[in-house]
T-cell receptor, first 110, second 117 residues
Framework: KQEVTQIPAALSVPEGENLVLNCSFT??????LQWFRQDPGKGLTSLLL?????REQTSGRLNASLDKSSGRSTLYIAASQPGDSATYLC?????????FGAGTTVTVRA | NAGVMQNPRHLVRRRGQEARLRCSPM?????VYWYRQLPEEGLKFMVY????????ESGMPKERFSAEFPKEGPSILRIQQVVRGDSAAYFC???????????????FGPGTRLTVL
């Protein structure tokens, strides 16, 4: 059974600081890994998708790496802004289903 | 291109009633997934459907829960005789390609928040 863990559970930083969010998974036989953002009471917004054959993906201030053999992914957010405050979820895909971590709740202080 | 649509956004039911949650996938998407987010828990997979077919329902509770994705119209998640433990946020996602592919990117709707009194 796939277990996905996200560390830390919560993070508070001043505006402008870089964010580093960690995700680990127990079964490396995955098809891909997605990072999502979830705002309170809202749905999930897909941020980045990394296929199993890829090492990283970048979109604007976001960069995500994937080390499938060690079961780890890291999401970097450069120059954080108050609007980045949200819960960030990591999910791995295998056999049609996404397995989610519990998330990292980020607060960026102005 | 409108995103995944779910309705209602909020649903209140009394114990023993039925809940019907609807999901319209993104245009051009023929693959639908349902996930449940219980309070203080992460999202859990429930079921994967294609038009008129249930592909994987391994995450669905064995009783009271059913799902369909008819040829015409939205996907429906139906919960019969709801209990307080069914209170959760139910999310629908859709994708344009087969679920078991590295290119499968799932796009999520805003969710339906079910409260059982």
């Amino acid at each position: 059974k796939q277990e996905v863990t996200q560390i830390p559970a919560a993070l508070s930083v001043p505006e402008g600081e870089n964010l580093v969010l960690n995700c680990s998974f127990t079964d490396s036989a995955i098809y891909n890994l997605q990072w999502f953002r979830q705002d309170p009471g809202k749905g999930l917004t897909s941020l980045l998708l990394i296929q199993s054959s890829q090492r990283e993906q970048t979109s604007g201030r976001l960069n995500a790496s994937l080390d499938k053999s060690s079961g780890r992914s890291t999401l970097y957010i450069a120059a954080s802004q108050p609007g980045d405050s949200a819960t960030y979820l990591c999910a791995v895909l295998r056999d049609y289903k996404l397995s989610f971590g519990a998330g990292t709740t980020v607060t960026v202080r102005a | 291109n409108a995103g995944v649509m779910q309705n209602p956004r909020h649903l209140v039911r009394r114990r023993g009633q039925e809940a019907r949650l609807r999901c319209s996938p993104m245009k051009g998407h023929s693959h639908v997934y349902w996930y449940r987010q219980l309070p203080e828990e992460g999202l859990k997979f429930m079921v994967y459907l294609q038009k008129e077919n249930i592909i994987d329902e391994s995450g669905m509770p064995k009783e009271r829960f059913s799902a369909e994705f008819p040829k015409e119209g939205p996907s429906i998640l139906r919960i019969q005789q709801v209990v307080r433990g069914d209170s959760a946020a139910y999310f629908c996602a859709s994708s344009p390609i087969e679920g078991g592919s590295s290119y499968n990117e799932q796009f999520f709707g805003p969710g339906t928040r079910l409260t059982v009194l």
